[in-house]
């Protein structure tokens, strides 16, 4: 068995919902995702939850567990099934889409093994999903977010250690796992320009510094009571063990609710106002592309429709003829 799946408590009822004979190719898609294509485990994990649902509806649809031949006589009509059954259990049309990308995933791989045919799969078009556009704030609320000025926290190095992720994911467009996943040694020091970041899929790159970034960490490293080692985490929760990312999540809470912003203030929000405000500031998509490490440019040209949105906003609402 896959040593991925024995990550999860889940693997047990993964296990009984298919023969042997899948369990294993099972473990080698999940050692060919991580090893060859780099996945993060949060991906692995989800690939495998999506696949364990679907193996679920196919050992009461077919009468059995399924094994790899019963993979391969699938026809649209089962995968189609699948998706009305997950529907009808209140699942939204964007975690269906992500559910059957894991399970095409799956069938391409036995497909280059030359153990099935993928074909059906991709004759089930994913549930269209409806666009929704990032919601930024603005830059004179993300600069009130990050500021540490509005003493939301009993103990000033807690509001400090919360002003500076925030500033990171803000001034540098980091996803919040990123930011939390800085070491000790890795901590950007005043008069740095650049800093190494690990994303998604293990994939680096190279985001700029700015000042205002270097100091709201060095102010958190003087007011910490903890020893922040060179290989351990930068950023420490209450008792000195890694921060919790929920703990920056309910700081933000307490942020938006002093300065009355909207629930979609968000700390994910503030790294779509990074790019936002990076494009409304003249600065090119490819360029922007590199700085939030998508990887692809059509995860960024989303940006371009909240640019546009806000300019029509702004000539609705001054345009003396309106």
């Not at 989800?46 to 649902?53: I, V």
């Not at 004759?123 to 004179?140: D, E, I, T």
């Amino acid at each position: 068995m896959s040593a991925h799946a024995s990550k999860t408590d889940d693997t047990d009822a993964l296990l009984v919902t298919a023969k042997p004979d899948l369990n294993t190719r099972i473990g080698l898609w999940l050692d060919h995702l991580s090893d060859e294509r780099r996945l993060s485990d949060k991906t692995l994990q989800a690939y495998e939850r999506d696949l364990r649902q679907f193996l679920r509806f196919l050992t009461g649809h077919l009468g059995g567990a399924p094994g790899v031949k019963d993979i391969a006589a699938l026809k649209p009509a089962d995968f189609r099934g699948f998706l009305a059954f997950r529907r009808r259990g209140g699942v939204q049309s964007r975690s269906l889409a992500r559910g059957l990308a894991g399970i095409r995933s799956f069938l391409r791989f036995l497909e280059k093994r030359g153990e099935v045919n993928a074909a059906a799969s991709g004759a089930v078009r994913p549930p269209r999903q409806a666009r929704s556009l990032p919601k930024p704030v603005s830059s004179s609320d993300a600069l009130e977010i990050t500021s540490g000025d509005l003493a939301m926290e009993s103990e000033a190095w807690i509001e400090a250690r919360n002003a500076a992720v925030l500033t990171l994911l803000y001034g540098c467009g980091l996803r919040i796992s990123e930011a939390l996943s800085l070491t000790g040694s890795m901590a950007p020091k005043p008069g740095t320009k650049t800093m190494r970041i690990i994303g998604k899929g293990r994939k680096e790159r190279i985001v700029p510094i700015l000042p205002a970034v270097c100091d709201a960490v060095a102010l958190y490293e003087k007011l910490c009571p903890y020893a922040i080692s060179a290989d351990g985490p930068l950023f420490l929760g209450a008792r000195g063990g890694p921060l919790n990312p929920r703990m920056i999540q309910l700081a933000m809470e307490k942020l938006r609710g002093a300065l009355g912003l909207p629930d979609t203030a968000t700390p994910h929000a503030l790294r779509h106002s990074f790019a936002t405000h990076l494009l409304a500031g003249g600065g090119d998509l490819r360029t922007i592309q590199e700085l939030l490490g998508h990887a692809s440019l059509a995860s960024t040209q989303i940006y371009t429709e909240i640019d546009s949105a806000h300019l029509l906003s702004v000539y609705d609402k001054a345009h003396p003829r309106r």
